[in-house]
């Protein structure tokens, strides 16, 4: 039998015989499967097509290639079995006895990385569980798989593969998704907005890339919001702008104290209905002052309103954009969180007159999303499953949330939990128990070794002794599953304190 995870069917091989050579064929197959194996371009386990195909496909007598073939297994690279086929064997003569050179060779040298390689490289980590093996429990950004329609949108799917493809995708998005995703705004978020003002991207990443080159020269400043999403931060710096970290308070960010950091930036980040990652909403007032700040500059306003769809409590905020009288707020969204991570889909609503430039810099530079998908996501929000998707996932995210208070209050030695009005995570602070002796990354690792997937507050800071905590989404963790995971983590957590660190 393979061993696990070997490819069943059989590996298309990239050889070629060459008659003219000294050497006979069957020594040149030989020597090329034999530098294939020991290059792992064919794995352990792996499955060789049968002779006669092999032969076919070289252009030479299938004796050549089981002259070859037994040579290789005689020497221990390949194992034949009758009804398996031939497979590379799952130990290698060299794992058993590795040359003396390879034995001596020395460790190759670091690669040399640009000064902003470096830079990356050394940039502190999120470290959390991820993949489709981390644990729902608790995972940023997930939604409830099983809450989404899977087999409404599957025939959506198969419906746009019908038709067949459109050609190469538009560089503003699709036309029925663009005015689909304006008419859902409308009237569902509270932004009027037609097709034309409406373009899709891959994600905020890509929003904040393309405006930061539209928008500003390089070098100039940008307000970001501190703590905040570091993507954000990162995407302008990767086109050239200098990010500018300004204090959240519970009012959200406050132009006051962004002015006396950079009083000349004309480029501001926010995330109004649900600061990221503390939960905050922007007080009204911070909502005008800054409205009022990008009108005396003449800058403009991003606003990420990333999940403002999901709020459970208090008087539903109207976007920042609802309230732009002078065209300064561009609306940027995505149906990453609010249906499946996998779209990797991202929307952005310009303001009227920026919609002309923004259209030219696209389609000369942009990279369209991919285009596959866009139709039936079209289709899905124009027959109204999005609107009951929502207000679907509205009511269980409220219950979730309320299940992960109920259960951290059980554990307040050591977690400090409370409700946000909205959003898919709660923010866990260190309850009196958690001393100075266990940081946040030191937790979120403990937490790992339980199979809890967190994330630690400080990564969201740019400055290096911001406030611990642990993020902990719970969208995508059932009400029965809460209590017994968060039991886990406490429990994970009090035994981190108990060892010292080293």
């Not at 958690?434 to 199979?451: M, P, Y």
Request: charged share 20%; proline share 10%.
């Amino acid at each position: 039998m393979p061993p696990p995870g070997a490819r069943s069917g059989p590996l298309p091989l990239a050889l070629a015989l060459d008659p003219a050579l000294a050497a006979p064929l069957h020594v040149q197959l030989r020597d090329a499967l034999r530098g294939a194996i020991l290059e792992r371009r064919l794995g352990a386990g792996s499955r060789l097509p049968a002779s006669r195909t092999l032969a076919a496909d070289l252009g030479c007598a299938r004796g050549t290639v089981l002259l070859a073939l037994e040579q290789l297994a005689a020497e221990g690279y390949l194992v034949a079995r009758a009804g398996s086929g031939t497979r590379v064997a799952a130990v290698l003569p060299e794992d058993l006895h590795p040359p003396a050179a390879a034995r001596a060779a020395k460790a190759a040298p670091p690669p040399v990385l640009s000064r902003r390689g470096r830079a990356l490289a050394a940039a502190p980590s999120r470290t959390y569980l991820t993949g489709p093996e981390a644990p729902d429990a608790f995972a940023l950004g997930r939604p409830a798989r099983e809450a989404f329609p899977f087999e409404v949108f599957a025939k959506l799917i198969q419906a746009e593969w019908r038709a067949g493809p459109a050609g190469a995708p538009h560089p503003l998005g699709l036309p029925t998704l663009r005015r689909a995703v304006a008419a859902y705004l409308s009237a569902g978020r509270g932004v009027p907005c037609t097709e034309d003002e409406v373009i899709l991207t891959g994600g905020i990443r890509q929003s904040l890339r393309l405006l930061a080159r539209v928008l500003l020269d390089p070098g100039e400043a940008a307000y970001v919001e501190e703590p905040g999403y570091p993507g954000i931060a990162g995407a302008l710096a990767e086109a050239g702008l200098r990010p500018i970290p300004v204090p959240v308070g519970p009012g959200g960010l406050a132009v006051t104290g962004a002015r006396a950091l950079a009083p000349e930036a004309r480029l501001a980040v926010v995330t109004p209905a649900h600061h990221y990652p503390l939960g905050h909403a922007m007080s009204l007032e911070n909502r005008l002052d800054l409205l009022a700040w990008a009108r005396s500059r003449g800058g403009w306003i991003v606003e990420d309103d990333y999940d403002g769809a999901y709020r459970y409590a208090g008087r539903p905020l109207a976007p920042l954009r609802a309230l732009d009288r002078e065209g300064r707020v561009i609306y940027a969204g995505s149906f990453s969180k609010v249906l499946l991570p996998a779209l990797q889909l991202g929307y952005l609503v310009l303001p009227e007159g920026l919609a002309r430039p923004v259209h030219r810099a696209l389609a000369e530079a942009g990279a369209a999303p991919a285009g596959l998908g866009q139709g039936a996501l079209a289709r899905f929000i124009e027959e109204g499953h999005l609107a009951a998707h929502l207000r679907r996932t509205r009511r269980l995210y409220a219950l979730r949330q309320e299940a992960l208070l109920a259960a951290a209050a059980r554990h307040a030695d050591i977690l400090a939990v409370a409700p946000l009005e909205g959003g898919m995570h709660l923010v866990a602070r260190p309850g009196p128990a958690w001393h100075g002796g266990l940081d946040d990354r030191r937790a979120v690792a403990a937490c790992a070794a339980a199979g809890i997937s967190a994330v630690a507050l400080s990564a969201y800071h740019a400055a290096p002794d911001g406030a611990p905590g642990l993020l902990l989404g719970y969208a995508a963790v059932p009400e029965r599953a809460i209590a017994p995971a968060v039991a886990r983590m406490a429990e994970a957590l009090r035994n981190a304190l108990r060892t010292p660190p080293g």
